[in-house]
Structures are given as structure tokens and as C-alpha cells.
């Protein structure tokens, strides 16, 4: 699966619920994930 995600994704900066930073390919690193974007309107 990693060969199909983007480099822009996979290098993107996250933060936590605690505020620590962790890159989007940590999320998969050692487990499959499912990557999910929800926008909010209102």
C-alpha cells in the first residue's frame, strides 16, 4: 500500500491530541490505516 500513497500525504505534519507532531506515514508504518477526510460546513 505504501507505493500508492502520495508523497505529499505521506510527509504531511499531524498533530495529536496531546499537540505532538508525527508525520502521516507514521500512521501506517506498522499497520494498515484508513485515512479518512471529513469537512465541516457551518
Excluded: N
Aim: zero cysteines; a negative charge; aromatic letters at 10%.
Amino acid at each position: 500500500m505504501r507505493d500508492h500513497v502520495p508523497g505529499e500525504l505521506a510527509a504531511a505534519i499531524l498533530r495529536d491530541p496531546d499537540g505532538y507532531e508525527h508525520r502521516a506515514s507514521e500512521l501506517w508504518a506498522t499497520r494498515p490505516a484508513l485515512v479518512l477526510w471529513v469537512r465541516h460546513f457551518g
